[in-house]
């Protein structure tokens, strides 16, 4: 299984990404995943999506509920659209065969996604993708991390260095402590 579990995401990856530049949809890439590796099944744990609709309802609660708390205001004023996904893993695969989703970064590459991170701990691995408007402003984040517990995919799209800006400005010691 070894140089199966590698072919297996590579593939999966290649399959996930629409030509319209959007990311894989967190069903999506569990269901390739869950298909490609062999032994290995994916159980539905969290799992949230707020539109346009439903993000303007909770920007208008905090307003009323946390009229004084200034950087959640401006955090969720940033964000348009957010999903998070986890799923429990059952069975296990071999960390050391996954190199990265490279058919992946290529075919977002071609839709204006970049690589920000690549972390490749010995048993987890982690991707963030970005992706910037005309001006450079970065517009979504799309982040896949997987261990042999849980895969974890999150989706934000809106103002992303915005949000960013203000979770840096309101505690700047704290967010480069987090950084590592």
Do not use: K
């Amino acid at each position: 299984m070894r140089g199966e579990g590698a072919a297996a995401l590579i593939l999966a990856t290649t399959l996930l990404v629409g030509c319209d530049g959007e990311p894989p949809s967190a069903d999506r890439v569990r269901a390739h995943l869950e298909h490609d590796l062999s032994g290995v099944r994916f159980h539905r744990g969290e799992h949230i999506r707020l539109g346009r609709f439903t993000m303007a309802l909770v920007r208008g609660l905090v307003r009323v509920a946390a009229a004084d708390d200034r950087e959640t205001r401006q955090v969720l004023g940033s964000i348009r659209r957010v999903e998070v996904a986890t799923w429990a893993i059952e069975g296990s695969f071999d960390f050391a065969d996954i190199r990265g989703p490279g058919d992946l970064e290529r075919r977002l590459a071609r839709s204006g996604w970049e690589l920000m991170v690549r972390e490749s701990e010995e048993d987890s691995r982690t991707w963030i993708f970005v992706r910037s408007d005309e001006e450079g402003a970065i517009r979504n984040l799309y982040i896949v991390e997987l261990d042999p517990d849980e895969l974890t995919v999150i989706d934000l799209a809106g103002r992303i260095d915005e949000m960013m800006a203000a979770a840096v400005a309101d505690d700047p010691d704290g967010f480069v402590a987090d950084l590592g």
